[in-house]
């Protein structure tokens, strides 16, 4: 099984930026890197995806090593409202042609006002 | 454009008891996916429809099924229920090209299911 390895929780300020890493050394060529974060009480809530280079988006960048075998998710300004627990996932190959979102436990990022 | 809606939102079973969980699409996404999620734990992938086909599927056992609508709408039914059952399942919608699943998944808020 394609995993990631991320740290069980991170603190921040508010309106500093945020680095969230993240381990993935059993990544295959065809897998995607994806992030997604899930706020209290509700279902997770896609945030960026990658395969080889950089992306940035509204929300975040992503910075992905040369390698693949890691990861960092961008916040560049930290708000209250970006506490949550924030997935790194691999996309995977599930068979049928199909593809499936495999979820760790996630980091639990606490923002500090 | 409407998001991704689950009913019932909380749920009680009793042990061994079938329950059935419903999901809506988003407007126009034809691929539906289904995740149980433990408290503390992220999310496990249960199984996917694609035009109104089973066409992929995580370790859970023959118990759990589903079913895909002409209208991409989807059900989860759980048969035998048994207290590990009991966590937030959650449904995501994407649009799926072919069979391949492309760009981001839409989550519902999920359905809250506990078997006492």
């Known amino acids: 099984d394609a995993k990631t390895t991320q740290p069980n929780s991170m603190e921040s300020n508010e309106e500093e930026p945020v680095h969230l890493p993240c381990n993935h050394s059993t990544i295959s060529g065809t897998d995607y890197i994806h992030w997604y974060r899930q706020l209290p009480s509700q279902g997770p809530e896609y945030v960026i995806h990658?395969?080889?280079s950089n992306v940035n988006n509204r929300m975040a960048s992503l910075a992905i090593a040369e390698d693949r075998k890691s990861s960092t998710l961008i916040l560049h300004r930290a708000t209250l409202r970006d506490a949550a627990v924030y997935y790194c996932?691999?996309?995977?190959?599930?068979?049928?042609?199909?593809?499936?979102?495999?979820f760790g436990k996630g980091t639990k990022l606490s923002v500090i006002p | 454009e409407t998001g991704v809606t689950q009913s019932p939102t909380h749920l009680i079973k009793t042990r061994g008891q079938q329950v059935t969980l419903r999901c809506s699409s988003q407007?126009?996404?034809?691929?539906v996916s289904w995740y149980q999620q433990a408290l503390g734990q992220g999310p496990q992938f249960i199984f996917q429809y694609y035009r109104e086909e089973e066409n992929g599927r995580g370790n859970f056992p023959p118990r759990f099924s589903g079913l895909q609508f002409p209208n991409y709408s989807s059900e989860l039914n759980v048969n035998a229920l048994e207290l590990d059952d009991s966590a937030l399942y959650l449904c995501?919608?994407?649009?799926?090209?072919?069979?391949?699943?492309?760009?981001?998944?839409?989550f519902g808020q999920g359905t809250r299911l506990t078997v006492v």
């Open positions: 407007s126009g996404h034809n691929t």
């Open positions: 990658g395969l080889t």
């Open positions: 996932i691999l996309r995977v190959y599930s068979g049928a042609g199909s593809y499936q979102l495999t």
């Open positions: 995501a919608s994407s649009l799926g090209q072919g069979a391949r699943v492309t760009t981001e998944a839409f």
